[in-house]
Structure formats: structure tokens, C-alpha cells
């Protein structure tokens, strides 16, 4: 699998900005990535980037109700808390 395949793309969030100051950053991968395709894709797009540890967390689906009659189903997703030994990741260049 390619690495652009594995990272689908980053979390922003106020939790996600505060753990980036310690080195953690979130990404939404795919759900047949492992911990190793993980970390070889964080550093294949940041060359300056080594990976100290990954996390997974697979997030199940959700449903909800509206208007009594409409259900409406959230899709699951696979997410990625990546900890770097070195270096830092720029999420917004360019802005």
C-alpha cells in the first residue's frame, strides 16, 4: 500500500493542537493499515521525521435519530496517534 493511501489526513482539533507541543499528531488512516505501514508513511512524507511510537484506536459507527422516522449512520473510521522521537510535523504550510 502506498503511503498516501495509509494517511488519509490529519485531525485538527483543540486536543490534537495541544498533544503536537509534545510531540503526538492524530491522522485518520485506512482501515487495513497496521502500526508498521503507519510509521513508514509518517516518515516517507516527512523525511526529517523519526516515529517513537504509534497508537490505534478503531472508532466504531454511530447511529442517530431525527425527525422520529429518519435514522442517519455515521461510518466507522480507523485513527492514529503517531509520537515522534525527532523532529516535528508542519500540518499547515504555506498558511
Do not use: C
Not at 27 to 52: H, T, Y
Amino acid at each position: 500500500m502506498h503511503w498516501r493511501e495509509v494517511l488519509r489526513r490529519p485531525v485538527i482539533t483543540e486536543k490534537s493542537n495541544r498533544q503536537s507541543d509534545i510531540g503526538q499528531y492524530t491522522f485518520i488512516v485506512d482501515e487495513r493499515a497496521n502500526k508498521m505501514q503507519i510509521a513508514e508513511a509518517v516518515e516517507l512524507a516527512w523525511p526529517k521525521v523519526r516515529v517513537g511510537k504509534v497508537r490505534v484506536i478503531n472508532m466504531p459507527a454511530k447511529r442517530s435519530r431525527r425527525f422520529r422516522a429518519v435514522t442517519v449512520r455515521k461510518v466507522g473510521f480507523k485513527k492514529a496517534i503517531v509520537t515522534l522521537k525527532s523532529g516535528s510535523i508542519d500540518l499547515f504550510e504555506g498558511v
